[in-house]
Nanobody, 122 residues
Framework: QVQLVESGGGLVQAGGSLRLSCAASSRSFSRSAMGWFRQAPEKEREFVAAMSWSGSITYYGDSVKGRFTISRDNAKNTVYLQMNSLTPEDTDVYYC???????????????WGQGTQVTVSS
């Protein structure tokens, strides 16, 4: 069982930056692929970024490429999402997820955090 807790969300002006963190409770974190997704009310969960357990493989959603960066610190059991050049369209609840393989699909992950709200004002 892996418990994930996101933090770092909040309100930011357009053009600003935020860094989300996701802390994992399990030692198996270092062997888990990690992903970030986001979801607005009544919309499907959208893939944002993913990273393999070693950090050697990364994927990004088309809407965030060049603006967001995923990273991880296995010694701290934490994955990060650095978000730059934010726009109002980035407003969503952001979720981190852990799974066995690096995937762009939500169903590829077994464990999910509770989400953190990101709001970008224009």
């Amino acid at each position: 069982q892996v418990q994930l807790v996101e933090s770092g969300g909040g309100l930011v002006q357009a053009g600003g930056s935020l860094r989300l963190s996701c802390a994992a409770s399990s030692r198996s974190f270092s062997r888990s692929a990690m992903g970030w997704f986001r979801q607005a009310p009544e919309k499907e969960r959208e893939f944002v970024a993913a990273m393999s357990w070693s950090g050697s493989i990364t994927y990004y959603g088309d809407s965030v490429k060049g603006r967001f960066t995923i990273s991880r610190d296995n010694a701290k059991n934490t994955v990060y999402l650095q978000m730059n050049s934010l726009t109002p369209e980035d407003t969503d609840v952001y979720y981190c997820a852990a799974g066995a393989s690096t995937s762009r699909i939500a169903s590829g992950y077994n464990y999910w955090g509770q989400g953190t709200q990101v709001t970008v004002s224009s």
